[in-house]
């Protein structure tokens, strides 16, 4: 029922920037916790940003902190990750998700009901 499609990435030089989008259809996106895990071949997944459903909570994975923002309009049913200051780490499959759980947003996985195909990021140096 909830399809999570995501769009934005692409090839950017070290030190710039990009934003991500995350379109949502067929559920109440305005209740739900929506996050962005982003995984590399070889690597295991790796938590990014997450913001609850009001916007009031976001919070960060430490290799991101300060240099990406997680927002999201209700409006449009869609959620953002504006990502500046890229590194060459920054490089793997983006991927949205959504929770529909009340409460704190999650960097477990394992609690996001839904989940987008994935845009993917390079970063060249």
């Known amino acids: 029922q909830v399809q999570l499609v995501e769009s934005g990435g692409g090839l950017v030089q070290a030190g710039g920037s990009l934003r991500l989008s995350c379109a949502a259809s067929?559920?109440?996106?305005?209740?739900?916790?929506m996050g962005w895990f982003r995984r590399t071949p070889g690597k295991e997944r790796e938590f990014v940003s997450a913001?609850?459903?009001?916007?009031?909570?976001?919070f960060y994975g430490d290799s991101v902190k300060g240099r990406f923002t997680i927002s999201r309009d209700t409006a449009k049913n869609t959620v953002y990750l504006q990502m500046n200051s890229l590194k060459p780490e920054d490089t793997a499959d983006y991927y949205c998700?959504?929770?529909?759980?009340?409460?704190?947003?999650?960097?477990?996985?394992?609690?996001?009901?839904?989940w987008g195909q994935g845009t993917q990021v390079t970063v060249s140096s």
């Open positions: 998700a959504a929770d529909r759980t009340y409460g704190l947003p999650s960097s477990n996985p394992y609690e996001y009901d839904y």
């Open positions: 067929g559920g109440t996106f305005s209740s739900y916790t």
């Open positions: 913001i609850n459903w009001s916007a009031s909570r976001t």
